[in-house]
Structures are given as C-alpha cells and as structure tokens.
C-alpha cells in the first residue's frame, strides 16, 4: 500500500524546518548559537626540589675615601673600668675625670695615677716611694702645676708628708 501525503503537508514541514534552522544563524550564513564556557581554572603546582638549589651572589663594595687624617684625638678619655685593662686584668677605676684617673687591680695595693693625651690613658709617673709603705708617692707641687684636680691631689699618697714619714 502506497501512501500519499498531501503535498501541503510537505511543503509545511520543510517550511517550518527552514524558519526554525534560519533563526540558529546570524544573516551571513555562519553558526549563531552561543556557547558559555565556564571560567578557567587556576591550578597551583607545587614541584619539589629533587636536588639542593646553589645560589651565588657577587657584592661589589666600592668604600668612600676618607678624608686625610685631620681628626683630633679625644679631648678626654672614658672613665669605665674597660679602658685600663692594658695596665690591669681586672682594673677598678677609684676617680676619672676625663684628664685625669686613679685606677688599680682589683683587691690589691697596685693603684697608678693616669693622665689622658693623646687620645689614651698613659700612667703618670710616681716622684718616688714612701719610706714606710713602699707604695708609690707624688709630689704636690708637681701635680697641681700639672693641673691634677683637687680632689685627686687629696687621694694620692704625697712625697715628704709627715704620713709618709718625713716630718716636713
């Protein structure tokens, strides 16, 4: 049995085929459907060492030259007991001012005058010995026309005292 279909019917389907196809374009012939792609992705690979890593760095140093040697030594010197460890191992400081010090070895008699010039502490020297102690001694009038503070003239052991045994 043969089955004819209206040619209208044909016609219709192929009609309605074309307008649904026609509206998938955009006029030039070219696909118009528009596909959305989800965004992209951000994957972190971690990639460990299989090796240590050996980093080399070069430093070039270019120092300033100093001016000539025009500085002045220190007008007055440090008075902590670290800065007469060149006379004694363990130095006790009993009067600085700057000029002038009065330093010895811990728990001992071995105490020395020092005067600071030129930038360092330089013992100052005895004018003799006491008769009685032996400890180091110095004459008054020689302390003070070297400008020796009062206060250390007055702890220094004096030359021809009557303390030292002389009667003067």
Do not use: K
């Amino acid at each position: 049995m043969s089955v004819h279909r209206p040619r209208h019917l044909v016609a219709l389907f192929t009609g309605g085929a074309a307008l649904i196809l026609s509206a998938c374009t955009d006029g030039n012939g070219e696909d118009g459907v528009t596909t959305t792609a989800p965004p992209p992705e951000t994957v972190t690979v971690t990639v460990a060492p299989t090796a240590p890593a050996t980093v080399t760095t070069t430093t070039t140093t270019t120092a300033a030259t100093p001016p000539a040697a025009t500085s002045t030594p220190p007008l007055a010197g440090g008075c902590g007991s670290t800065n007469f460890l060149s006379e004694f191992t363990e130095p006790v400081v009993l009067f600085c001012d700057g000029s002038w010090a009065r330093a010895g070895q811990a728990q001992t008699d071995h105490v020395t005058l020092f005067r600071f010039g030129d930038g360092q502490w330089r013992a100052h020297p005895a004018d003799g010995r006491s008769p009685v102690t032996e400890y180091l001694c110095y004459d008054e009038q020689t302390l003070r026309a070297a400008g020796a503070p009062e206060e250390l003239v007055g702890q220094v052991s004096l030359c021809g005292t009557a303390e030292q045994g002389d009667p003067r």
